[in-house]
């Protein structure tokens, strides 16, 4: 295996010391807001651990389930979001402070964007990590790593279709990218085959041999895959017993007549004496505890200061780029599903609507109805259909997002997900327009359309800024398609198609300037009834007489300069939700990295 290709780019370190500090973790404790007991209680996790780890090392962590191995692990990584105390430092410099890439973390569960190929999510990952794929270096770094992974066969082939161990080694392969100063991995050989495992064990003791730390979580390793790592870290009840190498912890154990039977598994033995429970000969964790009490003398020897280490941070309109080709993937692959969403959502209803309101005229008493019902159809469906494909979009990608926090600004995903909806905005209006357009009579009829488009396109982005931001609100809750409603009534019926503007109490007048449904309509509205002249009026009806378009108009309660106002509304409209969006994402990204 080419590990000299893979260490070629050094980071500038000699002599790496990863330390531990009196490194405390913990749960927070959780009231009910209407009342003041604790619903769940403060759960200590990590209890005063302190180590060091230094070059060259493959650490195996060992410990019964509930050891707090894993959250162990992302404290060392330093994207641990829970409240803590203590330090972890590499050569004296706080982890959470150190450049993207030198310590990197392969997690348990991998999460990708299944659409897309292998090669395609490895060049996505080379561009955010360490720059450009196309230049030689990066190119080469690229091609070794799918090389020595044995991916090459698999480059072409999508995420979606690869064996749990396949992706496994994806996951490895993307965390290998930027040469890790180090690596961590928790159970890195889950899912493999015994080829694959041997495959990854070998690359992982390789990096080490290199002068990477190399520490991996294992849960009950054979006595093969045991022996290949030259040190050991003990775990139990949130405290680290100890931390050395194979000879030094079987004397530990042998000091506390502790002695592993021949032919016996020592990580299973080693594994099942710290669980805690209290066996005939006492607490086994606290004896070993008290026999291994100056395990960290060695921790405070010299070490040399990092140089400086070379870091790959892209520009915010290269991540924008750089997500939208990677949306622009998912959307070719798609195409059949939009396709179907499209006949479904927009072509049937469309026909339904033209089926109804075939004849409609705007100059008849009974027409002036019948238009304003067409009219808010059209403006309601391409808005409902718009905002509530935008709602689910963070949902689905929640974990992918979380997991790749760090690696672009939250502005940057929003923003490329927000462009990712726009071709929607543009292609939804089309057929409804061209469908219903055609069976009510419209004065001067392909400019009347083609207005009417452009107020539904700018709709449609208001309405898409709405869905998304009602999305990241309540995006871990659980509860968006329940919510939705409820904020959509009170935003159609400032619509004026149920009821007049100029009617609503003081107090509700103001909601209609955060409704698009509002804007929307009143666009519209103007588009339309300023083209119509006389109404036909009967000499017989009792009831009030609307003689012309402008009395229409008057009577709902329409805005007079509608380009301007109905413009500035949607972008208001627009920019209001996609704070609210950003908000809600800027919580999540605090929240931490999805392990």
């Known amino acids: 295996m080419e590990y000299s290709k893979i260490n070629d780019h050094s980071l500038g370190f000699s002599n790496v010391v990863l330390k531990v500090e009196d490194l405390k973790v913990w749960t927070p404790e959780e009231k009910s807001w209407w009342r003041k007991q604790s619903c ?77 190929s292998v090669k395609e999510h490895l060049v996505f990952m080379t561009e955010m990590k360490i720059g450009k794929s196309n230049v030689t270096g990066n190119g080469t770094v690229l091609k070794t790593i799918i090389s020595t992974l044995k991916l090459d066969g698999h480059e072409n082939s999508f995420i979606h279709t690869l064996s749990g161990g396949e992706r496994r080694l994806l996951s490895l392969a993307t965390a290998l990218l930027s040469n890790p100063q180090i690596l961590i991995c928790d159970e890195p050989t889950t899912g493999l085959d015994s080829y694959n495992a041997s495959l990854v064990v070998g690359l992982l003791k390789g990096l080490a041999r290199g002068g990477k730390i190399v520490i991996c979580s294992v849960h009950q390793p054979s006595s093969d895959l045991f022996k290949e790592f030259n040190s050991i870290t003990l775990m139990s009840e949130g405290k680290l017993l100890f ?38 000969d006492g607490n086994h964790v606290d004896r ?30 290269r991540q924008v780029q750089l997500l939208l080709w990677r949306y622009s993937i998912r959307l070719r692959r798609n195409l059949r599903y939009l396709a179907v969403s499209l006949l479904l959502s927009t072509v049937i209803g469309s026909l339904v609507i033209g089926t109804c309101f075939a004849g409609s005229t705007g100059t008849t008493q009974m027409g002036v109805q019948n238009m304003r019902g067409f009219l808010w159809l059209v403006c309601s469906e391409v808005s409902f259909s718009v905002s509530y494909a935008a709602l689910f979009a963070f949902e689905s990608e929640l974990a992918l997002f979380k997991r790749e926090v760090g690696m672009y600004r939250v502005t940057a995903y929003f923003f490329s997900r927000f462009l990712s909806e726009v071709p929607r905005c543009i292609i939804w209006p089309i057929p409804f327009l061209v469908i219903t357009a055609s069976v009510v009579e419209l004065p001067n009829h392909l400019m009347t359309v083609f207005e009417f488009y452009i107020a539904l396109i700018i709709c449609g982005l208001a309405s898409t800024a709405y869905g998304l931001g009602l999305g ?94 109905d413009t500035l509304g949607l972008l208001l409209v627009t920019t209001l939700w996609s704070i609210l969006a950003y908000c809600g994402l800027k919580r999540e990204e605090r929240k931490g990295y999805a392990y």
């Open 40 to 116: 769940k209680p403060k759960t200590l996790i990590l209890n005063c651990v302190n180590d060091c780890i230094r070059s060259g090392e493959f650490l195996a962590i060992l410990g019964p389930s509930g050891a707090g191995k894993t959250t162990y692990l992302i404290s060392l990584a330093g994207k641990c979001a829970l409240p803590s105390e203590g330090i972890v430092t590499i050569n004296g410099q706080n982890v959470r402070d150190m450049p993207s890439g030198v310590v990197e973390i392969l997690p348990q569960f991998d999460v990708f964007m299944d659409c897309l």
């Open 243 to 280: 931390h050395g190498t194979h000879d030094a912890c079987r004397v530990l154990f042998e000091s506390i007549n502790l002695r592993c039977p021949k032919n016996y598994n020592p990580a299973e033995f080693y594994i099942k004496a710290v669980s805690p429970i209290v066996g005939t």
């Open 288 to 317: 070993i505890m008290e026999n291994n009490q100056n395990r960290f003398e060695t921790c405070y020897e010299t070490y040399t200061s990092p140089s400086q280490v070379p870091s790959c941070k892209r520009s915010w309109v």
């Open 472 to 565: 990241a609100m309540f995006i871990s809750t659980g509860i968006i398609g329940d919510v939705m409603p409820c904020a959509d009534l009170p935003l159609f019926l400032m619509s004026g198609a149920f009821l007049r503007i100029s009617s609503l109490p003081f107090w509700l007048y103001p909601v209609k300037f955060i409704s698009h449904f509002y804007y929307t309509m009143d666009a519209m509205s103007n588009i339309y009834w300023r083209q119509i002249g006389d109404i036909e009026c009967s000499t017989n009806i009792t009831a009030n007489c609307l003689k012309d378009g402008a009395s229409v108009l008057r009577e709902t309660g329409y805005s007079s300069n509608f380009v301007l106002e």
